[in-house]
């Protein structure tokens, strides 16, 4: 419409070069777009080198169920894991006692910090039993025989650690000789809070010869006068690091307490107060165990602060 004069193609690109850049970079492929992602290293000698570290096939090959019943496989997996938790906790404690030995609070408490998230863990495998009828539970019950979680060796060995020491709790396992060994070699050593109080004696506070000196394999009983070195303890700096680590043992308890009721009420749901597997007492053994907190002063010492 007008003049007749020629219109340059190149007009707009002038006056907006940015328009220009960005058009010209959309005709382009992007590397990303442009190379398909390398294929994985697919072909190894042997078993691949995740199932030689982690060795799934032997886990996950270790289910023999005894019955029919499609809820058996859910109570023996669910079982099998918690005997991984207990092992990785008990590792855990182990290390938290070596450190408290050395004096090294902050790798006790690091240990002891990272029990209580796989405690969180292992409470948690509740949840797929907790919600079992008697008649769900009673369609493979049979298939357990005399067996109980009672006579779990792991366990015991947490048991152990946190001072609940017994020597008529090895009587189970004198059949295998290995098991039998590890747990009375547990029973004669210090547990957990045996070495806390060792630390806190030889950190200048007032723990009494008659705890320092007691049978590392009796079960601990509570003391007036360690629980007033607890009372002192936080009654003064919430940042000293004894008294970081007695709150990471009280994390510790807490969950051990949780996992004592957690098993109360899923054993209570699933059989009432019919006698437990393995002749135990079932539902009364448990609300016995339930009522008991590991650690005690540190739950005594609360009340004076």
Not at 7 to 36: C, F, I, K, L, W
Not at 234 to 241: I, Q, V
Request: overall charge negative.
């Amino acid at each position: 419409m007008g003049t007749g004069a020629p219109v340059s193609v190149t007009a707009g690109a002038d006056r907006y070069p940015e328009h220009n850049q960005e058009t010209a970079m959309s005709h382009q492929a992007r590397p990303d777009e442009a190379q398909e992602p390398e294929t994985p290293h697919l072909d190894f000698q042997g078993t691949t080198p995740y199932e030689d570290y982690v060795q799934a096939d032997v886990l996950t090959h270790l289910q023999h169920t005894l019955s029919d019943d499609p809820g058996e496989m859910v109570f023996l997996v669910t079982t099998q894991v918690m005997e991984l938790w207990f092992t990785v906790i008990v590792h855990e404690w182990e290390t938290a006692a070596k450190a408290l030995r050395a004096d090294d609070i902050p790798v006790a408490v690091a240990a002891l910090k990272r029990s209580v998230r796989e405690l969180e863990a292992l409470n948690a495998s509740w949840r797929p039993l907790g919600q079992l009828t008697p008649a769900q539970f009673n369609s493979y019950r049979s298939a357990l025989g005399e067996g109980s979680g009672f006579q779990s060796a792991m366990y015991r060995r947490m048991e152990f650690l946190l001072g609940e020491k017994s020597a008529s709790m090895l009587v189970p396992h004198r059949g295998a000789p290995r098991v039998h060994a590890e747990l009375e070699k547990a029973l004669h050593e210090p547990s957990l809070y045996d070495e806390v109080l060792r630390l806190l004696a030889r950190r200048g506070h007032a723990i009494p010869a008659s705890v320092l000196e007691r049978d590392v394999a009796l079960r601990y009983e509570p003391s007036p006068e360690v629980q007033a070195v607890w009372t002192a303890l936080y009654a003064g700096d919430d940042s000293d690091e004894l008294a970081r680590l007695g709150e990471a043992l009280t994390d510790v308890a807490e969950l051990v307490w949780r996992w004592r009721n957690d098993h109360l009420v899923a054993t209570r749901r699933a059989m009432g107060s019919k006698t437990g597997t393995g002749g135990s007492a079932g539902v009364a053994w448990l609300e016995k165990r339930a009522q008991k907190n590991v650690f005690p002063e540190l739950w005594t010492a609360r009340s004076y602060v």
